[in-house]
């Protein structure tokens, strides 16, 4: 198993661009998150799923997009980057409400 | 609604000398808590998580932590520090379907 893979691990865009950060998980887990990570705030939740078709939003939703196809895809929208975006974004699943979360690697965006 | 509460943002202990990393939470519900920990510009790793088993729980790496719903709190520990437990550690309540994570505790170890 991959596990919980992200793309791309690095990112540099404008103010104004948009793009979609990917998520995918192979272990067929109902649950996925999407996180943002910026100094000295741990982590804070974007939006997220209970399965497929259902997304919700989490504590800081402003500005991004999600959803939910499939079980394995989990694909984060970002409509017209800013510098306030700038952060470092984890996506995680796990098979259950209280279940242990498995993150992905990361990806490092900058938005200039 | 839920709610995690990292009491030191920094602690700094020497090798070879016990650890405390503290968090207190709140939660509307029977809580799932949990540790991860995150080495420099690495992902995360659970070090351990509670689930209404026995309140004493052991992790990885020697770490363990102890439940205390009279207190609401879920320290972690641990006898003996190591170099390379370095990293930064996160405290996590999970109530629903979301985690709610505390801002983070930055363990540094010195020689």
């Known amino acids: 198993n991959a596990g919980v893979t992200q793309t791309p691990k690095f990112q540099v865009l404008k103010t104004g661009q948009s793009m979609t950060l990917q998520c995918a998980q192979d272990?067929?887990?109902?649950?996925m998150s999407w996180y943002r990570q910026d100094p000295g705030m741990g982590l804070r939740l974007i939006h997220y799923?209970?399965?497929?078709?259902?997304?919700d939003q989490g504590e800081v939703p402003n500005g991004y997009n999600v959803s939910r196809s499939t079980t394995e895809d989990f694909p984060l929208r970002l409509l017209s980057a800013a510098p306030s975006q700038t952060s470092v974004y984890f996506c995680?699943?796990?098979?259950?409400?209280?279940?242990?979360?498995?993150f992905g690697p990361g990806t490092r965006l900058t938005v200039l | 609604a839920q709610s995690v509460t990292q009491l030191d943002s920094h602690v700094s202990v020497s090798e070879g000398t016990p650890v405390l990393l503290r968090c207190n939470y709140s939660?509307?519900?029977?809580?799932?808590l949990f540790w991860y920990v995150q080495h420099p510009n690495k992902g995360l790793q659970l070090l351990l998580k509670?689930?209404?088993?026995?309140?004493l729980v052991k992790g990885i790496n020697g770490f363990e932590a102890e439940f205390k719903k009279s207190e609401t709190s879920f320290h972690l520990t641990k006898p003996s520090a190591h170099m390379s437990d370095a990293a930064e550690y996160f405290c996590?309540?999970?109530?629903?379907?979301?985690?709610?994570f505390g801002k983070g505790t930055m363990l540094l170890v010195s020689p």
């Open positions: 799923s209970v399965g497929a078709g259902i997304t």
């Open positions: 996590v309540v999970s109530d629903r379907s979301t985690l709610t």
């Open positions: 939660s509307s519900y029977s809580p799932s």
């Open positions: 272990m067929n887990h109902e649950y």
């Open positions: 995680a699943s796990n098979p259950g409400r209280t279940d242990t979360q498995y």
């Open positions: 509670y689930t209404s088993a026995a309140t």
